[in-house]
């Protein structure tokens, strides 16, 4: 029985479970019985040295690849169970490949907070425009000396 495999491009093969001692070769010697593959890849741990536990295996035909789908799914490999699915596409996640203000829903979360600076900024000088302050520098100076006097306040 064959996996029909329709849509997008469904030549390329996630597979999962991978114990970490798997290299490309093993993986490429597994599923070479298949067909004709373009590249296999396994993403490392550069830090551990060791892989990350899948790789995605890439088949020139799809039909090939929709066999080993069929025959690989499930099966054993260095002691491990694999699961082997269609390869999705890489999706692009917030500040993963891309500065965080090319988004839209930071625009909208930080425009907010920009208005309200904007609007307070647009306040100051309105108010400077019409000789208004937010409080008398002379009726500030006596508020100090008061509560200089009273011993509540301290330069």
Partial sequence: MSTVLSGRNKNTLYVGGLEDTVAEE???????????IQEVQIP???????????????????EDAAAALDNMDGSELEGRVLRVNIAKPLR????????????????????GEDQALADAEADRQLADDQGLSPMDTKALEEQKNTAKNKGLYVE
């Fill in 26 to 36: 093993l993986l490429h010697a597994a599923f070479i019985p298949f067909g004709n």
């Fill in 92 to 111: 692009h996640k917030l500040g993963a490949s891309k500065a965080v203000w090319s988004h839209d829903e930071w625009f909208k979360e930080s425009l």
């Fill in 44 to 62: 490392r741990d550069f830090k551990e040295n060791a892989n990350r536990g899948f790789g995605f295996v890439q088949f020139i035909e799809e």
